[in-house]
C-alpha cells in the first residue's frame, strides 16, 4: 500500500542527519552547559554556543538574540506574557484572529488581570490587512502578534508591512514563524520583528525544542523561577540534544530549503489543479498565491472531512483535519468546539462546511505522490456524497 505522509505542517520527519548529530548528546557528550568548568561541561557549552550561532543565522539574528525553549508554544506564551510583564505602563495588545491558540490563550489570563486587547479580523484569503494593525495601535499599544504563516490554511501574512507599522509607532512585535522557518526565507530585519518564534520539529528537527529571537534591547520578564539560563529569559538546564538537533536542522534548511520550495511549489500548484479539475464543489482555503509551498488547504461540499481523512489514510494518504486542533478551547465560545476557529474567520459557512483537509508536502514528497492522491480522491468523495443525504437533496434540486 502506498505510504504518503501529507501532514508536514503538524510535523516532519527527522532527518537522518539530525539524528546522527544528535546521538553523542545522548551518550558520551553527556554534560550540563552551565557546569563547565570540566571538560564535559566545556563540550556541551561549546556545543551550544554553536548551535545558537546556526539557529541565529537561520533568522537573520545575533546569537546572543536567541532563547531555546521547549518548542513554539512556549515561546508564544513568553513573546505575549513575557512582553506584558516587562511593560511599564502599556497594557493594550493587538493579535490577528487566526493566531494559534498558544497565542490566543496566552492573551485570556492577561486580560483577567486589565490588559486589553484587539483581534483583528482576517479577509476571505485569511490575510490581516496592515492598515487594520495601523489603525488599531493606540498610544497604550505595547505589542502587536500575527503569525507568519498559518498552518491550516497555508496563508502568508504580510509580516514586513505589519512590522514596519509597528516600529514607526514604537509598538513591539512579534510573529510565530512556526510554519514558515526552514520552508520560506525568514529575516527578522526584513520582517522587522522583536520576537519571532521558532520551532525545530515543523523543519525536520526533534520535537520538544524550539526557541524565541528576542531583539537586543527588549524588555522581555522570564516566565520561569530558576537559574540563569539562556540570558535569564528561560530558566532550566538546557536541552541539549534537542538544541543540537534543531542546529542541524537549521543548517540543512539554510543549504536546501531553497531547493525544497522550488520543487515543492509546483507540487502544490498540480495537486491544487487536479483537486480543482476533478472534484465539483470543492472550496479551497488560503490565499491562492502567498501561500507556503507544497500547502493544498480546502473543504468539499456535501463530504465530511474527518471522513474524508479516513478514508484517505485506508488508501495510505496521511492528511490533516483543519478542525482538529479547535476543539477544546478554554474561554472561547460554545460555538467555536464544531467549527474551527479560522474556518469561521475567513467566513466558511459553517452549515455546509463540515469539515476541511490540510494537505502539506514535505522535502521527500514526489510528483507521483501527488498523482497518487489524485487518483483516490474523486471516488471517496463521491463514496460519501452517496451516503450523505444533503448531497441527495442537492441532487434532485440539481435536476429541477
Ligand atoms: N504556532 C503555530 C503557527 C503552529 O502551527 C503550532 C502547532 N504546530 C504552534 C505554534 C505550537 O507548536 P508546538 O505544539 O510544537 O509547541
Not at 33 to 52: E, F, K, N, V
Not at 144 to 172: F, K
Request: contains cysteine; aromatic residues 6%.
Amino acid at each position: 500500500m502506498a505510504h504518503i505522509f501529507f501532514d508536514h505542517i503538524s510535523t516532519t520527519p527527522v532527518d537522518p542527519r539530525v539524528i546522527e548529530a544528535m546521538l553523542p548528546y545522548f551518550g558520551e557528550k553527556y554534560g550540563n552547559p552551565a557546569s563547565h568548568i570540566h571538560d564535559l561541561g566545556q563540550t556541551a557549552l561549546r556545543s551550544l554556543d554553536a548551535a545558537r550561532g546556526s539557529v541565529a543565522r537561520m533568522v537573520g539574528a545575533q546569537p546572543g538574540e536567541i532563547v531555546f525553549t521547549s518548542g513554539a508554544t512556549e515561546a508564544n506564551n513568553l513573546a505575549i506574557k513575557g512582553a506584558a510583564a516587562g511593560s511599564k505602563d502599556r497594557r493594550h495588545i493587538i493579535v490577528s484572529e487566526v493566531e494559534h491558540f498558544s497565542v490566543l490563550n496566552a492573551l485570556l489570563p492577561l486580560r483577567a488581570s486589565g490588559f486589553e486587547t484587539t483581534v483583528l479580523h482576517v479577509d476571505h484569503d485569511g490575510r490581516v490587512d496592515p492598515d487594520d494593525v495601523r489603525k488599531a495601535i493606540r498610544p497604550d499599544t505595547l505589542l502587536v502578534s500575527v503569525m507568519h504563516a498559518n498552518a491550516e490554511i497555508g496563508t502568508i501574512q504580510p509580516v514586513s508591512e505589519i512590522g514596519r507599522i509597528a516600529r514607526e509607532r514604537g509598538v513591539l512585535f512579534h510573529t510565530d514563524a512556526t510554519a514558515s522557518a526552514g520552508h520560506i526565507p525568514v529575516d527578522v530585519e526584513a520582517i522587522g520583528a522583536d520576537l519571532l518564534t521558532l520551532s525545530a520539529h515543523n523543519f525536520y528537527g526533534p520535537k520538544g525544542i524550539g526557541a524565541i529571537y528576542v531583539r537586543k534591547g527588549t524588555r522581555l520578564e522570564s516566565m520561569l523561577d530558576g537559574g540563569f539560563q539562556e540570558g535569564g529569559y528561560r530558566a532550566g538546564t538546557e536541552n541539549v540534544p534537542g538544541i543540537v538537533g534543531m542546529a542541524a536542522a537549521a543548517e540543512i534548511a539554510m543549504a536546501e530549503s531553497v531547493g525544497w520550495a522550488d520543487r515543492l511549489a509546483p507540487l502544490g500548484r498540480q495537486l491544487w489543479d487536479g483537486l480543482e479539475a476533478s472534484i465539483p464543489l470543492l472550496h479551497f482555503t488560503g490565499h491562492p498565491k502567498e501561500r507556503l509551498p507544497g500547502h493544498v488547504s480546502f473543504w468539499v461540499e456535501h463530504a465530511e472531512g474527518e471522513s474524508l481523512l479516513l478514508l484517505l489514510n485506508m488508501q495510505g494518504v496521511m492528511a490533516a483535519s483543519g478542525s482538529a486542533c479547535s476543539s477544546n478551547l478554554r474561554g472561547h465560545d460554545e460555538e467555536d468546539l464544531v467549527a474551527s476557529t479560522v474556518l469561521k474567520a475567513i467566513g466558511v459557512p459553517s452549515d455546509i462546511c463540515t469539515g476541511s483537509v490540510t494537505f502539506s508536502m514535505g522535502k521527500d514528497n514526489t510528483g507521483a505522490d501527488v498523482a497518487h492522491v489524485l487518483s483516490v480522491l474523486p471516488a471517496i468523495v463521491s463514496r460519501l456524497r452517496e451516503m450523505s443525504p444533503t448531497w441527495l437533496d442537492y441532487q434532485k434540486q440539481q435536476g429541477g
